[in-house]
């Protein structure tokens, strides 16, 4: 048997215009309602009742896997997403480029994301990568740049370690912080590893700042990426992959790297769609397709689409809304023609409410969509988040993959 999940991050929503319909209950989605009639619908808390998820946190918990115990940081996920090795015992930062001024020993920072970089920055990595950290501290490490500003920091040395803060001060005209270790950290690897960021940094504005693509960006009135900002020190999470837990096979199909990354952590192979972006332009015909493609040879697929996200963040309610159409009408439909359904379960969520009032996460359960021949439908049939709250399959946290692997028979028995 062949299992689909699909995570529209961000997909739940609060009642609009004072108590109207939410962005998914105003959407018109005649595909999703047709498997809502065919299958069962519940509402899922992401992480727990009352917890406001991260991405991250919120997808572990919904592959099944408990945040509160594996997880360690988003960087390490930023680095594998983009494809970088991360070996154990490798300390992962998401990180970026960003603008400073110098100032008596300190850095300060003009804008945080180099105004939004968008050409030089694999000859700026280069440069960069060049640099030799100072020998006693041996630690060695990569920056590979991703989208704009946008990059992963890996260091590698023996006994290094993620808990250190970070040196981003998230405002304009403040001073660039110190990396330091955490409160109760004051071991040597701990502050071997602040060490070496501290140097790290400092040599990045000294081999940046009159690159020649900093000379050129400043010529033309742009800013110069001539510093790096790091944060979200992690390591790789100890899991049991779920190809060990469940003996299935798995893909990912996402735009955005958090979220291959995470499948990656968690023993998935990455399938490319060409025209996935992570955005709302997306090209979500491409990502049934390449998904289909995936089931031929996998067990299951894992398809990430982030443009919900994205709108409930910019608080655009017609731009969440249509959307949502789109995965109707390019993703759903052309996935309901092209599977085999006497073999098949497919689920669908999201992975955390993003109210167009709010324009960030909350807490809210999301809807979900069982069906497939061993799913016991329901009485609903519309996909929404009243009407979820009807569903037969009632209200739970996380673990929507282990229940999705249940119905292909792939879940291991708990006792004798
Ligand atoms: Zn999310
Ligand atoms: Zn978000």
């Known amino acids: 048997m062949k299992a689909i999940l699909i995570i529209a991050d961000g997909l739940g929503g609060r009642p609009t215009d004072q108590g109207g319909e939410t962005c998914l209950e105003a959407a018109r989605t005649p595909h999703l309602d047709e498997l809502a009639a065919r299958g069962a619908l519940g509402l899922v808390d992401p992480i727990a009742p009352g917890v406001r998820p991260g991405s991250d946190t919120a997808h572990l918990s919904l592959l099944g896997y408990d945040p509160h115990v ?16 991360v070996k154990r015992g490798d300390i992962c930062f998401r990180a970026n480029f960003a603008t400073v001024t110098p100032n008596e020993g300190k850095f300060i920072v003009k804008d945080r994301r180099a105004g939004r970089i968008s050409s030089g920055q694999e000859e700026l990595a280069k440069t960069l990568n060049s640099i030799s950290l100072e020998k006693s501290l041996a630690v060695e490490f990569e920056f590979r740049p991703s989208t704009q500003h946008r990059g992963a920091l890996l260091l590698r040395g023996d006994g290094l370690s993620r808990y250190v803060t ?4 998230h405002k304009i005209d403040a001073e660039a912080l110190d990396f330091k270790p955490m409160d109760g950290h004051d071991d040597e690897g701990t502050c ?6 501290n140097e790290l940094v400092t040599r990045s504005y000294e081999i940046l700042h009159d690159h020649p693509v900093n000379r050129e960006r400043e010529r033309a009135g742009e800013k110069p990426a001539n510093y790096i900002l790091a944060r979200g020190a992690s390591d790789l999470p100890h899991l049991d992959p779920i190809a060990a837990v469940y003996g299935v096979s ?19 192979e ?45 608080q655009d309610a017609a731009g969440k809304t249509a959307f949502i159409e789109r995965i109707d009408a390019e993703l759903i439909a052309p996935l309901m023609k092209g599977v085999d359904w006497k073999e ?9 409410t993003t109210p167009i009032d709010y324009g960030d996460h909350t807490a809210e359960p999301v809807p979900i969509l069982y069906v497939g021949p061993n799913v016991r439908s329901d009485s609903t049939s519309v996909f929404g988040e009243r009407e979820a709250g009807r569903g037969g399959l009632g209200r739970w946290s996380g673990k929507v993959l282990p229940i999705l692997l249940n119905y292909n028979n792939r879940a291991p028995k708990f006792g004798s």
């Open 166 to 169: 970070e040196n981003d001060p």
């Open 250 to 268: 798995g893909a990912v199909i996402a735009g955005g790297a958090l979220y291959r990354g995470i499948a990656l952590a968690c023993g998935m």
């Open 70 to 85: 594996i997880y360690t940081g988003r960087g390490v996920f930023e680095c594998l997403g983009i494809g970088m090795d």
């Open 192 to 197: 071997r590893t602040a060490a070496a960021l």
């Open 270 to 314: 990455v399938r490319d769609a060409p025209g996935a972006t992570g955005g709302l332009d997306t090209d979500l015909r491409s990502k049934a397709k390449t998904a289909l493609a995936a089931l031929e040879t996998f067990d299951y697929v894992f398809i990430h689409v982030k443009g919900t996200d994205n709108a409930g963040h910019d």
């Open 344 to 352: 098949t379960h497919l689920a669908i969520t999201g992975d955390h």
